[in-house]
T-cell receptor, first 113, second 113 residues
Framework: NAGVTQTPKFQVLKTGQSMTLQCAQD?????MSWYRQDPGMGLRLIHYSVGAGITDQGEVPNGYNVSRSTTEDFPLRLLSAAPSQTSVYFC????????????FGPGTRLTVT | AQTVTQSQPEMSVQEAETVTLSCTYDTSESDYYLFWYKQPPSRQMILVIR??????QNATENRFSVNFQKAAKSFSLKISDSQLGDAAMYFCAYRTGYSTLTFGKGTMLLVSP
């Protein structure tokens, strides 16, 4: 198993540009989520999904879109990047009914100038 | 909404000594799960220890143990015989059975020889 993979690892965007952060898992996990990590703020939930076709907002959803067309993939879209979206982004997944294990991707460091 | 509070932005310890990281949380649920994650400079999120709220016995994993006080909503992490490799950011996190993780803001642990 590759676990949870994220691409790219690093990205620099200009204000107003759009891009998609990719997240994939090969463990057939139902639950997937996106977090952003900022200094002094911990990890905050952006969006999450409990299965293909089902998504919901987390604590800080503004400026981000998600969709879940397959169990494996959960991309995060920035429609018009802003400097406030400079952050490290983590994707995570777990199996429904597994209350203990949460698998994290390696993170994407995004800088918006 | 559930909140997780880590009141120590930074802690220092010498090798071989013991250190305790504090965490409090706020919830109206009776059944939930608590976690401590370690994040070294590589950014990878590593599960250190977990505790089920219905268990009165405190969890232990080798040199890591917790002091879980359910009535006080407190969940501290004790690291014994500290090692240089323990230096990292530590996050306390909370989850109910079907929710996503809620993280504290983190405590940076510095370990000196």
């Amino acid at each position: 198993n590759a676990g949870v993979t994220q691409t790219p690892k690093f990205q620099v965007l200009k204000t107003g540009q759009s891009m998609t952060l990719q997240c994939a898992q090969d463990m057939n996990h139902e639950y997937m989520s996106w977090y952003r990590q900022d200094p002094g703020m911990g990890l905050r939930l952006i969006h999450y999904s409990v299965g293909a076709g089902i998504t919901d907002q987390g604590e800080v959803p503004n400026g981000y879109n998600v969709s879940r067309s397959t169990t494996e993939d959960f991309p995060l879209r920035l429609l018009s990047a802003a400097p406030s979206q400079t952050s490290v982004y983590f994707c995570a997944s777990r199996k429904a009914g597994d209350f203990y294990e949460q698998y994290f991707g390696p993170g994407t460091r995004l800088t918006v100038t | 909404a559930q909140t997780v509070t880590q009141s120590q932005p930074e802690m220092s310890v010498q090798e071989a000594e013991t250190v305790t990281l504090s965490c409090t949380y706020d919830t109206s649920e009776s059944d939930y799960y608590l976690f401590w994650y370690k994040q070294p400079p590589s950014r990878q999120m590593i599960l250190v220890i977990r505790q089920e709220a219905y268990k009165q016995q405190n969890a232990t994993e080798n040199r890591f143990s917790v002091n879980f006080q359910k009535a006080a909503k407190s969940f501290s992490l004790k690291i014994s015989d500290s090692q240089l490799g323990d230096a990292a950011m530590y996050f306390c996190a909370y989850r109910t059975g079907y929710s996503t993780l809620t993280f504290g803001k983190g405590t940076m642990l510095l370990v000196s020889p």
